[in-house]
């Protein structure tokens, strides 16, 4: 599945990309007077290989969830329990993301790639699935490769198969949304930990320092960062990982749900459907995804700067401006979420203004 994903990859079409500037050079307002949705809707046009391109409608949100052997080394104050107890949140209609996806419209779908606890029994409507009875309640996957990965600061974090599995589920997911209906994919995770392996992976693809690619997660106290910090450097130590072996970065230092989101972008990228990465634990996916096949980044577009600094990093060797940034750290997919409007805007810009001549306006 991998390598026939990697392989339907292809550059955006330079023509549909050229038909857009010509068009944004005819609408009723100054030529580039946009800015960056300008240049967004011109590759979202790329992409679709049409100007102007489909609306990015309807919306998916696919949440991944895993656990992490890297908590025992202290990385985190939270319990690894919170992981279940925050999807069973999700189930509920609860969370930060639900608030959000019910203000865009967007569909939830959690995903269990490898969460290390019992998950709680899923909400219930006179005992039936809410899914079942509401299609825009959110759902649950499952799908775990294995119960939490084992500690990266001891042994690799996951085998190959491993973490081929955890990829092949996230293009899977990808798969089904878009034969669902989506028109734009938006990436979510949740692991309590999971800010660990991110900074690893940035490090891994960038060859930054350590202390450019860790951040503080949920907030952590001065012991606990300098500790993380020391982790993630003696991680790379230990395991060398190769940056052009990116199945092999993966199983080496990631977590489940960093490589199910690699799959969703690549999944995204071979239908030429967008995906809005959200925080850091999505950008350091999409280098994964980057490494495995460059003309992924055209898919991508990035929501939101993660107050995380390994973030910044990221996208910076992804090439990709963040549309908002609000010191937001929160992950769960909050940022694309946010962030959703402003692509929409991008491509409605093509759909609805009027040209110069349509409009009777006279041009300088």
Request: hydrophobic letters at 50%.
């Amino acid at each position: 599945m991998l390598e026939t994903t990697i392989a339907a990859i292809a550059p955006l079409d330079e023509s549909a990309m050229a038909a857009a500037r010509e068009l944004h050079g005819r609408l009723t307002k100054p030529a580039g007077s946009l800015g960056a949705l300008e240049d967004l809707s011109v590759r979202l046009a790329g992409l679709a290989g049409v100007c102007p391109p489909p609306l990015p409608e309807p919306a998916a949100v696919a949440i991944f969830a895993g656990d992490h052997g890297v908590h025992a080394q202290g990385v985190t104050p939270w319990p690894q329990e919170v992981t279940g107890q925050m999807i069973g949140n999700f189930l509920a209609g609860g969370a930060v993301v639900n608030a959000f996806a019910r203000q865009a419209g967007a569909s939830v779908t959690v995903v269990d790639v490898g969460v290390a606890n019992p998950l709680p029994e899923p909400p219930t409507v006179d005992g039936a699935d809410p899914a079942v009875l509401d299609p825009t309640a959110p759902r649950l996957v499952s799908a775990s490769v294995r119960q939490g990965t084992r500690d990266f600061a001891v042994t690799a974090a996951l085998t190959r198969d491993e973490a081929l599995a955890a990829v092949c589920t996230g293009i899977r997911i990808a798969d089904e949304l878009i034969d669902a209906g989506a028109g734009i994919l938006l990436t979510g995770d949740m692991g309590i930990g999971n800010t660990t392996p991110a900074a690893t992976l940035i490090a891994a693809f960038t060859g930054v320092d350590p202390l450019d690619s860790t951040g503080r997660g949920t907030g952590v106290d001065d012991p606990t960062y300098a500790r993380k910090v020391a982790v993630v450097r003696a991680a790379l130590a230990l395991h060398t990982p190769d940056p052009a072996d990116p199945l092999g970065v993966l199983a080496a230092v990631g977590g489940l749900e960093h490589a199910a989101l690699a799959g969703l972008i690549l999944g995204a990228a071979a239908r030429r459907t967008p995906v809005l990465l959200d925080g850091v634990i999505a950008v350091s996916a999409a280098l994964a995804a980057a490494a495995f096949a460059p003309d992924a980044v055209g898919a991508m577009i990035a929501g939101h700067r993660s107050a995380e600094p390994g973030a910044t990093v990221a996208l910076r060797q992804l090439g990709l401006d963040p549309l908002i940034d609000l010191g937001l750290r929160l992950g769960e997919g909050t940022g694309a979420l946010l962030a959703l409007p402003v692509v929409t805007g991008a491509v409605r810009v093509l759909h609805e203004v009027a040209t110069f001549d349509s409009a009777g306006v006279a041009e300088k």
